[in-house]
């Protein structure tokens, strides 16, 4: 019976390696997510000051409109990152 009783005990450690990798990958994720924001915060700001600069500049409005496309590629970069820690988390409650 003990043959059982070791293949039990590695499927139970491969599941807490499984569930260590879920939580590091969850962990990373979050980090990712907390970067994400501040590089949106960043370039919120900068927005804002390209917008009054602009407001006497026409010239910078096509600098700006770029700005405006850099922070709307960055904000779906960030939905897909929600998304995937979203899912990490799932997998690990099904795994705990």
Do not use: N
């Amino acid at each position: 019976g003990s043959h059982m009783k070791s293949s039990v005990v590695g499927s139970e450690r491969k599941r807490g390696m499984q569930l260590e990798d879920l939580k590091q990958q969850l962990q990373q994720a979050e980090e990712a997510l907390v970067a994400k924001q501040e590089v949106i915060d960043k370039l919120k700001e900068e927005a804002e000051q390209h917008k009054i600069v602009m407001e006497t500049v026409p010239v910078l409005k096509a600098q700006a409109d770029i700005y405006k496309a850099d922070f709307q590629a960055e904000r779906q970069a960030r939905e897909k990152l929600a998304e995937k820690k979203e899912l990490l988390q799932e997998q690990l409650e099904q795994l705990q």
